[in-house]
């Protein structure tokens, strides 16, 4: 066992809303996990939480077993946690290559900035032959390469995806997994959040079911896929 991340009796709240309640998981160097829940669980909150948004009420988040939980954003992304949040986000105005470089402004090393903004144009071809266009002119896949590219660009050893899949087409849905995997393969860890329970959990080495702000399962994501209580809810099984 070698944990990259461990988030124990994780307590977040907004105001009087308690949205994260007692979360704990493991993310595991080299693994995807995935949380899934229905929508409201406290996924997203608990992904901001972990990249430094938010300052939880209770718990803890440790990176390589030293708490992170009370250091600023900036500092979590160079200690190599991104962030790739719901929605995308990319900057609209600004080109390809421009959002790419903005995932990278903590890095000095601008050859090894350059090298790794070709390593995810052969990953994503479209955003390399599109390097120059502005990113709202790309469609809600593309947009969502570029999200990913671009918290690829701070070279992470751990990458937070919240709800990657969203609003794309299946076909666009698979490549984008296909691409996690690959990233996986390249030695990158994975934390991903999804509200496509059956893709996440047949992609995910494990996986933690949120509801109401608290874990309620976790197991492998092969297991999880054949639990019953896991079917009913997530697989309209
Ligand atoms: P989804 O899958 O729909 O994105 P989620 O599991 O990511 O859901 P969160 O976005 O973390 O859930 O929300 C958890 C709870 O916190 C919800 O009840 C939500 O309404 C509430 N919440 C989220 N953001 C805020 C905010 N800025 N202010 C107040 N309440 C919030």
């Not at 390593?119 to 390097?131: A, C, K, W």
Request: aromatic share 4%.
């Amino acid at each position: 066992m070698n944990p990259l991340l461990e988030v124990e009796n994780l307590s977040v709240a907004y105001g009087a809303i308690e949205a994260v309640r007692d979360v704990s998981f493991v993310v595991e160097e080299g693994q995807i996990v995935c949380l899934i829940g229905a929508n409201g669980a406290g996924k997203t909150t608990t992904l901001r939480t972990i990249s430094g948004l938010l300052r939880p009420r209770a718990g803890d988040v440790r990176l390589r077993g030293r708490s992170i939980v009370k250091s600023p954003a900036h500092l979590i992304l160079s200690e190599g946690v991104a962030h790739c949040p719901e929605g995308r986000r990319v900057f609209a105005r600004m080109s390809v290559e421009e959002n790419m470089l903005l995932g990278a402004y903590t890095r000095k090393d601008d050859a090894g900035v350059r090298a790794d903004m070709q390593r995810v144009f052969e990953l994503f071809p479209v955003l390399g032959e599109r390097r120059s266009q502005k990113a709202g002119l790309f469609s809600g896949g593309e947009q969502q390469m570029l999200a990913i590219g671009r918290a690829m660009m701070s070279r992470p050893k751990l990458l937070m995806l919240d709800e990657p899949s969203m609003g794309l087409s299946p076909i666009m849905t698979q490549l984008i997994f296909d691409t996690i995997k690959e990233l996986q393969g390249q030695g990158t860890t994975i934390l991903l959040v999804e509200q496509n329970a059956l893709a996440a959990l047949d992609l995910s080495d494990r996986g933690y079911v949120v509801d109401l702000g608290q874990t309620t399962l976790e197991g492998p994501g092969h297991e999880l896929l054949a639990d019953e209580r896991v079917r009913a809810a997530y697989l309209g099984a």
